[in-house]
């Protein structure tokens, strides 16, 4: 029996998959179809930080808004590049009366290393049983997070559902955005 491989035909489709793979990594996983929306009261979540406390969203109703930005996973490109603005250029977000936080689904040993790496200053949060994850409605096809911000008001209720982040501006559009939604300053 012979068989007859077309070497052509396996070339292609190996292009055609670098391809997927790469509109996928640009996208960042950011296909977002929620039934959240702006006015909808954010579900709490209770999650642990890098640093070993756990923050619940119910703490800062009528204290403080916040910024909840979910990012896919700890040590890769997209994520690196968005936590290394938020730690670069946090100023312009601490300028506001809000907290931020950054979320995924990693184990927290995953994202205490992530955390060290980049130098992160502020808290990072793991959801590791995907709980908050799917409350949220960011779990994709992927099982990671979704790269999507959540901007909640003091009130407890979400202001701007933003999926249209770029990991290399995340600070200055969070600032942008924080006072885009008049969001009192410090």
Not at 1 to 17: A, D, G, L, W
Not at 87 to 105: K, N
Not at 127 to 151: C, E, G, H, W
Request: glycine fraction near 4%; charged fraction near 20%.
């Amino acid at each position: 029996m012979k068989v007859n491989i077309n070497f052509t035909k396996i070339n292609s489709m190996k292009k055609s998959i670098l391809v997927i793979c790469s509109l996928v990594s640009l996208v960042g996983f950011s296909a977002l179809a929620t039934d959240l929306k702006v006015g909808d009261i954010a579900p709490n979540f209770k999650l642990q930080a890098t640093t070993g406390d756990y923050y619940q969203l119910s703490d800062y109703k009528g204290k403080q808004a916040v910024v909840l930005a979910w990012y896919p996973m700890a040590n890769t490109r997209g994520c690196t590049i968005e936590c290394k603005s938020l730690t670069e250029q946090g100023h312009l977000i601490r300028e506001f009366d809000v907290s931020y936080v950054m979320a995924s689904v990693d184990p927290i040993d995953d994202n205490r290393d992530f955390a060290e790496k980049t130098g992160a200053d502020f808290p990072m949060l793991s959801d590791p049983t995907k709980t908050a994850a799917k409350a949220y409605q960011v779990l994709n096809m992927f099982k990671v997070a979704s790269r999507v911000t959540f901007y909640i008001s003091k009130e407890g209720k979400i202001v701007k559902i933003d999926d249209n982040i770029s990991p290399k501006s995340a600070a200055q559009d969070m600032a942008y955005n924080l006072a885009a939604l008049g969001i009192a300053k410090q």
